[in-house]
């Protein structure tokens, strides 16, 4: 009897696998429609904890605003922190402010400086993530908890792996980055984990001004484009 219950159970889960491929399929068209009629957009990502008023806040403001009064949309996680201070400077300059929103049990809601017609849904992480992979022309990385270096990491390890061409991947804020690009250089480089030019994939800064110079002078040598 134990033996049936726990074959009936999986079969099951393999049922409710199947037919979710049907959502995650909807999810991905919708994501590659929309997204493919917004335009150059840059992806800025930081922790959904930051308050109005704070440092990096109030510099992710003036990050966007920067990279929108320069013709770069701004794409964010939709939520609140960083990702609301990104929508807001994108919204101030007039430029593109686009959210990908995720359903989650806490902290997550749409922030109110979203376009309209720029504000997408998704269930599934992963979907999510090809959408910032796929339409970003650069990553623009404030400071942030796990999620935030889950796109760090997701990024240059395509880049790393010839998965995707390689695009601007810029941490801002020396004094929380710093003891990162120390351990990455004193400990992977030294064990020969990374290679030395796999440091070159990441560029710390930080002012708007370096990170629109940065993007800027990538794209005076490649073309924008959808990255695969």
């Given amino acids: 009897m134990r033996s049936e219950a726990h ?68 794409i964010t996680g939709g939520g609140p922190g960083i990702m609301e201070a990104g929508n807001r400077g994108a919204n101030q300059a007039g430029g593109t402010s686009v959210g990908l929103n995720i359903d989650l049990p806490f902290e997550q809601h749409d922030n109110p400086y979203i376009d309209s017609d720029k504000s997408l849904d998704f269930d599934y992480f992963f979907v999510r993530k090809v959408m910032f992979v796929k339409y970003s022309q650069g990553f623009v990385v404030m400071p942030g908890g796990f999620g935030t270096l889950d796109e760090l990491f997701e990024a240059i390890t395509l880049i790393q792996t010839k998965k995707i061409g390689t695009f601007p991947i810029v941490l801002v804020g020396t004094s929380f980055w710093s003891g990162l690009l120390d351990w990455i250089k004193n400990t992977m480089l030294t064990e020969k984990t990374i290679s030395p030019e796999d440091l070159d994939l990441i560029q710390l800064v930080d002012t708007p001004e370096e990170v629109v110079s940065i993007i800027d002078s990538f794209y005076k040598g490649h073309a924008m484009s959808p990255n695969f």
Avoid at 33 to 47: A, K, N
Avoid at 48 to 55: C, L, S, W
């Fill in 7 to 74: 074959h009936k159970g999986w079969n099951e889960i393999k049922t409710n696998d199947s037919w979710a491929i049907f959502k995650i399929m909807g999810e991905f068209v919708n994501g590659f429609e929309r997204m493919s009629q917004i335009g150059p957009c840059v992806s800025i990502f930081g922790s959904a904890r930051t308050k109005p008023g704070a440092e990096y806040y109030e510099l992710a403001v003036e990050v966007a605003d920067k990279l929108a009064s320069s013709g770069y949309g701004v």
